[in-house]
């Protein structure tokens, strides 16, 4: 009998998603580190982020041989919408409103034309739209193969962001091979300062999956 190709889909999505994005973080996190490259690795991480979602079209229309008619794709609530701006509003507003609060910020009007275009690609949607294709990938896509029944849930979710938080591990496996392939520093000095990072990572990414997972199986 024919082994069928689309028996372990998931472990194909996982693949592909590193693959197809990881080049674009690599490189960007890795040779753009100035503070006149914030646009060049603003435009490298939002490639690299839709790329997840690629990696979930790409497994499902070639490996799972299916159309997108039974996706569940649906506008959602309108409340989801106003939470998700508030939140980005929070990112972009609360460090500096605490920092003016504490008195450690004082306004910069030297801002260079790269950083303006980040802000206004940022307000523009990109932002979102990277985000949300990001999303479409890792919750998207793992939620609905791997929740089989809700008490698994919190285990599911769990499972998620540890992926997704390797993932993130291209932030800082992106600078130490630039500095390994320019020589500026040994791997043997640099792989402590790298597993403590990749740690943080992982371990930061654990909450935002349990909270961007719920609201996937909320909705």
């Not at 003016?100 to 004082?106: A, D, E, R």
């Not at 932002?127 to 896509?141: D, I, K, N, T």
């Amino acid at each position: 009998m024919r082994k069928n190709r689309c028996s372990n889909p998931v472990l194909i999505f996982l693949l592909l998603a590193f693959l197809l994005s990881w080049p674009f973080l690599l490189y960007g996190f890795g040779w753009f580190g100035r503070k006149e490259d914030i646009l060049m690795r603003y435009l490298f991480s939002s490639s690299g982020m839709l790329m997840i979602s690629l990696a979930a079209f790409l497994t499902r229309a070639i490996w799972e041989r299916k159309d997108f008619h039974d996706v569940g794709w649906k506008p959602g609530h309108l409340r989801w919408y106003f939470a998700i701006f508030l939140l980005c509003a929070f990112l972009w507003l609360g460090p500096p409103v605490i920092a003016l609060l504490v008195g450690n910020l004082s306004w910069n009007q030297n801002i260079t034309s790269d950083e303006l275009i980040v802000v206004i690609l940022s307000l523009g949607g990109l932002c979102l739209l990277a985000g949300f294709g990001e999303e479409f990938g890792w919750r998207g896509y793992l939620i609905p193969r791997w929740l089989s029944e809700p008490r698994y849930a919190r285990l599911t979710l769990l499972a998620i962001g540890v992926i997704w938080g390797a993932w993130h591990c291209a932030i800082v496996i992106g600078p130490l091979l630039r500095s390994a392939i320019s020589d500026t520093v040994s791997w043997s000095t640099a792989i402590f300062p790298f597993l403590l990072s990749s740690i943080q990572i992982i371990g930061a990414s654990i909450v935002p999956s349990l909270i961007f997972g719920a609201i996937w199986i909320l909705q």
